[in-house]
């Protein structure tokens, strides 16, 4: 039987996004630990089963793609100590890779969600992405606007340009998804669907479901990678 996630991690999660102090953390330090173990004992399943369908994971391991509970609030007016989630991002490079992959979101209260795509990337990566949408705009069409796709992911995400990108007309066929500063695939993830004894199968598919548009994305950074 594949992993499941334990309903005290999401408690968890769910309570200390109400509790967000250094000492509710230190009196539930144990809790947070089980819930931890939980989810990266999740992810390196997940990670084994991703092999067959994304050779980016091979070699990888769960502790290494999840990112730290704790908050950077130096430069943050929001000064909550902690991250009231787990996340953790599956891409060639780790976690802090710059390149398309897929990324899962564990908290309570009905906020999970899975998600994949290129987010915020520097600008020659954004460039070269919106030189191949503006080439290939069929090929994108006709992953993101696929029904099975939009069944699992509706619109694509992402924080989006006001005006038009430098170099493009307004009139470009192609100028809604060349807004795009990041491109996004996200897919909500309800309790009880986390809950469930088939959440790897859940996962698994909505990764094997964005993972066209990964490998849209990822073609166009081939060619910058190698310049």
């Known amino acids: 039987m594949p992993t499941t996630i334990d309903k005290s991690t999401l408690e968890f999660l769910a309570e200390l996004s ?39 994971t091979q070699g990888q391991q769960g502790k290494d793609l999840v990112f730290r509970i704790y908050r950077d609030v130096r430069f943050s007016n929001d000064k909550r100590p902690y991250k009231d989630h787990f996340g953790a991002y599956l891409a060639e ?55 099975s796709f939009k069944n699992k992911f509706g619109d694509l995400q992402g924080e989006k340009l006001k005006t038009t990108p430098k170099g493009y007309d307004k009139e470009n066929p192609a100028i809604e998804y060349l807004r795009f500063k990041s491109w996004n695939a996200v897919m909500p993830l309800s309790d009880n669907t986390v809950l469930s004894k088939d959440f790897m199968k859940v996962v698994l598919d909505g990764f094997k479901a964005v993972k066209p548009l990964n490998d849209f994305l990822m073609e166009p950074l081939k060619e910058v990678g190698a310049e």
């Open 18 to 56: 109400e509790h967000n102090t250094r000492e509710w953390f230190a009196d539930h330090k144990k809790r947070y630990e089980s819930a931890r173990k939980n989810y990266i004992t999740f992810l390196g399943e997940l990670l084994d089963e991703m092999q067959h369908f994304e050779p980016a």
């Open 93 to 147: 490079g780790g976690r802090k890779s710059i390149l398309p992959g897929y990324y899962l979101h564990l908290a309570g209260n009905g906020k999970s969600f899975l998600a994949g795509g290129l987010w915020m990337p520097p600008s020659d990566y954004l460039k070269a992405v919106r030189q191949e949408i503006d080439y290939n705009l069929d090929a994108l069409k006709s992953i993101v606007e696929a029904p």
